[in-house]
């Protein structure tokens, strides 16, 4: 007696293989799937979101330090939470202990927040290419508009403005030892001793 196991997906089909994360820079409206608190080894605290977008791309890892390392306060972290919690219009938040290694945020489990993403690239320390995104500035996801805009009872303008002049920020390290190209201004070795005459 056989049991079918699978019946044929296009669309799956076509996805294999791919990744499903958020790739680019850009204008995305995210329903969050969880907030966790997460502290780094060097003592600062993020609050660390996961999530998925609209079109079905997964996020991971996108963090907002709201303490550094020597336990003050990250006023531009703090702010940019105020804005998110503003954008999902939560009125408080709260740590909720899920084991002694892992603390979240269960505020903001759930809810839709438009984010203007940028991609920042990086160097692993294997030397190797890495990324991750930055959040620049949350929006309400129905009218787009920022906090800003809605309590001065603008249109939405902020994001589209923002989008249009936003590009890639490189902060990887341009060390010729991980490069495998020769540093500027030193001529490879070839070419320096076919200038020599004899």
């Known amino acids: 007696m056989s049991k079918t196991l699978f019946t044929y997906d296009e669309s799956a089909a076509v996805s294999a293989g791919q990744s499903n994360f958020i790739k680019e820079s850009g204008v995305y409206v995210i329903t969050i799937e969880e907030a966790k608190v997460v502290k780094s080894q060097n003592g600062a605290t993020f609050i660390e979101f996961s999530g998925e977008s609209a079109d079905g791309h997964l996020i991971q890892y996108l963090s907002v330090c709201i303490n550094k390392k020597d336990g003050s306060v990250n006023a531009y972290g703090v702010n940019m939470i105020q804005a998110i919690m503003g954008c999902t219009e939560v009125k408080s938040i709260s740590e909720k202990m899920l084991s002694t290694s892992q603390t979240n945020v269960p505020e903001f489990a759930g809810k839709r927040v438009g ?11 294997d030397g190797g290419d890495t990324y991750n995104f930055e959040i620049r500035i949350p929006f309400y996801p129905d ?3 920022t906090i800003k805009e809605r309590l001065e009872s603008q249109d939405a303008k902020t994001i589209d403005t923002m989008l249009s002049t936003l590009k890639d920020k490189d902060e990887r390290r341009h060390n ?3 490069s495998g190209h020769p540093s500027q201004g030193i001529p490879p070795v070839d070419a320096y001793e076919d200038s020599i005459p004899f």
Request: a positive charge.
């Open 115 to 125: 984010l203007l993403l940028q991609k920042i690239l990086r160097t692993k320390q």
């Open 143 to 145: 009218t787009k508009q």
């Open 176 to 178: 010729p030892k991980y």
